[in-house]
């Protein structure tokens, strides 16, 4: 299959989808999206594999926090996402709850797809599926507080699947909880920068202490 044939019956197949919920065509990613200006945005889109009659289509769901995003970027570490997971991996854990043994399907659960009547309708069937999953999480992790309770609980050190590594757990978590007004955010500084200084390259190392550096100079935030 051709690259653009599978983002056409894509974008076809979701353009529903988002004229429902008011969402934005991105055609770039394969997807939809929030519209310019929200915060946190989000994305609903797909990684590709192409094979020769043949594309893998790993669904993802992925949300994005400005003021998380500003302060790595001023700190010199680049992050693409804040909160995201693999769908399908997402609705097995609906299942079944979570355990180790899942993590390599963070990106190896695909969805087949050829240019066939039967493989469109079940790419159909498993998105009808999948994006009110998607939206059910977006609404979960609207707030930075709900960031905050979803990486800074123990045991830190342990891959999460809604993160891509313990590293962006480090800097994502740590920022969150700044911001949260966590009550334990002296704890988890130190848990976190015990993790970075035991096992990372240097850059990152050094963007993460800009980071801690940074979050100390900032005020405290107010709450309502």
Avoid at 112 to 137: G, K, S, V
Wanted: charged fraction near 25%; glycine fraction near 4%; hydrophobic fraction near 40%.
């Amino acid at each position: 299959m051709k690259i653009a044939d599978v983002k056409q019956i894509v974008l076809t197949e979701l353009t529903p989808f988002a004229e429902e919920h008011g969402l934005k065509i991105k055609k770039s990613k394969f997807g939809v999206g929030s519209k310019r200006g929200q915060n946190p945005k989000f994305d609903i889109f797909f990684l590709h594999n192409t094979w020769v009659v043949e594309v893998e289509l790993l669904p993802w769901v992925n949300i994005y926090f400005k003021d998380i995003h500003n302060i790595c970027e001023a700190c010199g570490f680049d992050l693409n996402y804040t909160v995201g997971i693999n769908l399908l991996l997402l609705e097995e854990i609906h299942k079944q709850g979570w355990n180790r043994n899942m993590t390599y399907k963070l990106f190896e659960a695909h969805i087949p797809l050829r240019d066939w009547e039967e493989w469109i309708d079940n790419f159909r069937e498993t998105m009808n599926r999948l994006c009110p999953l998607a939206l059910e999480y977006i609404k979960r992790y609207s707030t930075i507080e709900a960031v905050d309770k979803l990486y800074n609980q123990p045991p830190f050190d342990e891959y999460d699947p809604n993160c891509g590594c313990v590293l962006d757990r480090c800097f994502i978590g740590l920022i969150a909880a700044k911001l949260a007004n966590n009550p334990e955010y002296k704890h988890i500084k130190m848990v976190y920068s015990s993790i970075m200084r035991s096992g990372t390259y240097m850059e990152d190392r050094i963007a993460f202490f800009r980071v801690v550096k940074y979050l100390d100079n900032m005020p405290v935030q107010k709450t309502d």
